[in-house]
């Protein structure tokens, strides 16, 4: 901070000596009581047309103002892209995440039908075992129908399960479709 008020003051003395060594001093000719401390300096005269010079004044280049906007115009335009792909981004991890869900939902559904189908297949084992025991027995014949509907079931738990099995399928096949479009996105 000294250095800098060392240079006002040297930067005002040297004004002042050049206002001084340049310009008569009017009341200079006239003879009176006048003392020096009655002598106005011209900076001090409030209204004055005259203007001081700051030697240590450099002119400023101008920017050519078309390069300017057309900058500013290019900037706003990769802004606005990249708001849009980062818009673009967040919607498809939404849907990433939503799919990510529906797989997990399909994977247990297709885990509680692979139970189900060996619970049905014990069943099915311990009926035909109990159908040989009971074969000439009338209660017999009932079992024989009740193992055909447990057959039956065991058929349509096997094509569920293999119907689950291609929704999971489809559902990864898309997620790994959606992360590779993120991958991408985010190389931009």
Do not use: W
């Amino acid at each position: 901070m000294t250095g800098l008020a060392n240079a006002e003051a040297v930067k005002k003395q040297a004004q002042d000596e050049f206002h001084h060594n340049t310009k008569p001093n009017p009341l200079a000719g006239v003879e009176g009581y006048a003392s020096e401390a009655e002598v106005i300096d011209r900076n001090e005269i409030p209204g004055d047309v005259e203007k001081e010079t700051d030697v240590f004044e450099v002119p400023v280049e101008q920017e050519d103002s078309r390069s300017g906007n057309e900058e500013a115009e290019r900037l706003l335009a990769k802004e606005d892209e990249i708001k849009m792909l980062k818009a673009r981004l967040y919607d498809m991890e939404k849907e990433h995440d939503s799919l990510g869900k529906e797989n997990e939902s399909l994977k247990s559904q297709l885990s509680d039908s692979v139970s189900d189908m060996s619970n049905v297949k014990a069943n099915e084992d311990e009926m035909a075992s109990k159908d040989e025991d009971d074969s000439d027995d009338a209660v017999g014949s009932g079992k024989r129908k009740s193992s055909r509907n447990v057959k039956r079931d065991g058929e349509l738990m096997k094509v569920n399960i293999l119907f689950l099995h291609a929704k999971v399928t489809v559902i990864q096949a898309t997620v790994n479709v959606h992360h590779r479009l993120n991958t991408l996105v985010q190389r931009l």
